[in-house]
């Protein structure tokens, strides 16, 4: 077996796992897994299903805690840190499976996150948050929409709300998990150029994704990961003609 490949360096990283191992029982779902992402950088990350994708961003976010390894963010160490106090730090994430307050509207489901998760100098006097809120559904599409119950939204217009969701945290760094599943070629489309805008906010964002159209067009950089090991890491061309990862991922 090929040793995993070296971390690129990326100058200034706004997060750096280094070594990051994850075990369940007797199984190694994440196995010394080093990333770095730099501010404002867009990063795809793919490997087929159980490569360990969902286990990282958990380990991340906090859902999980790590066994081995670091992980920093921003200049902090996250070991210990609750998922609610990384996204106060800036780390913000959205779900495969979008799970909106279904019983409240797509406005005060954005409420929430400004006047409870932003991060803590950029939370804002209650006055400003339906302003605020307003303006984070216009860049997602959904302003028309802010007074519908979030229940009888859409699949695309749930994805979309996901994503305005995690974007009302004010992060510098956003985790998109499969935002695309499931969507038709223009719905994908629609997606895409919602975090492609993230750039212009000098958001980074990791974009885990199947759809390899949407990979090449948004990422500067792909990471490959196949069975908890990094196998890849550069840019999107040289990635996807590794002969490693054309086995084991664009093959199949």
Do not use: W
Request: charged residues 25%.
């Amino acid at each position: 077996m090929a040793a995993p490949p070296e971390e690129r360096p990326v100058s200034d990283a706004l997060l750096r796992a280094a070594g990051v191992t994850k075990r369940f029982g007797g199984f190694t779902a994440l196995d010394r897994v080093d990333l770095s992402v730099a501010p404002g950088e867009r990063l795809g990350l793919i490997g087929p299903n159980g490569s360990g994708k969902s286990t990282l961003v958990n380990c991340l976010s906090g859902t999980l805690r790590n066994e081995e390894g670091s992980i920093h963010f921003g200049g902090h160490d996250l070991a210990g840190q609750p998922p609610h106090r990384r996204v106060r730090l800036g780390l913000a994430r959205s779900f495969q499976i979008p799970k909106p307050f279904a019983s409240m509207t797509v406005l005060d489901n954005l409420r929430v996150p400004l006047q409870y998760a932003a991060r803590l100098h950029e939370r804002l006097p209650p006055a400003h948050i339906v302003d605020e809120a307003m303006r984070v559904l216009r860049q997602v599409g959904l302003s028309n929409k802010a007074h519908a119950m979030s229940g009888g939204l859409t699949q695309v217009d749930m994805r979309k709300l996901e994503l305005a969701r995690a974007v009302a945290t004010k992060p510098t760094l956003l985790i998109s998990d499969e935002a695309m599943a499931g969507l038709s070629a223009s719905e994908t489309d629609d997606i895409l150029a919602l975090l492609l805008e993230l750039k212009e906010q000098r958001v980074a964002v990791i974009m885990i994704e199947h759809v390899m159209r949407a990979v090449m067009k948004f990422s500067d950089r792909i990471v490959v990961l196949v069975a908890g090991r990094k196998i890849a890491d550069g840019d999107p061309q040289t990635v996807v003609n590794n002969a490693e990862v054309v086995t084991a991922y664009l093959g199949q």
